[in-house]
């Protein structure tokens, strides 16, 4: 059996959601998420005050939440253990 990669990734978005205190997803996190993740996950970004993220200045992506998102609980449990404060 086995998780479905196709389903997982960016945009996917699931029931237990991290927030990572930051505006990038570190991609040591998503290797992780690949390699240790017993459902779905998925990472997405929500911009400040829900206006459209690509603006026309130079920082745009730092106008944005970034987040990682798992369908199972434990997974998202383990997730912020391991990487509370290493982002």
């Known amino acids: 059996m086995g998780i479905h990669h196709e389903e997982c ?3 996917a978005r699931f029931k237990y959601s991290v927030p990572l205190h930051s505006y990038g997803v ?11 993740c017993k459902g779905k996950y998925g ?3 929500n911009p400040h ?8 200045s ?9 987040f990682c998102s798992f369908s199972h609980k ?3 449990i383990i997730f912020s253990l391991t990487w509370s404060g290493m982002q």
Not at 58 to 66: G, L, R, T, V
């Open 58 to 66: 130079d920082n745009w992506y730092e106008h944005q939440d970034a």
């Open 26 to 36: 570190n991609p040591a996190m998503i290797d992780w998420m690949a390699e240790h």
């Open 74 to 76: 434990r997974d998202a």
């Open 9 to 11: 990734g960016y945009n």
């Open 49 to 56: 005050n829900g206006s459209y993220p690509y603006g026309t």
């Open 43 to 45: 990472w997405h970004f």
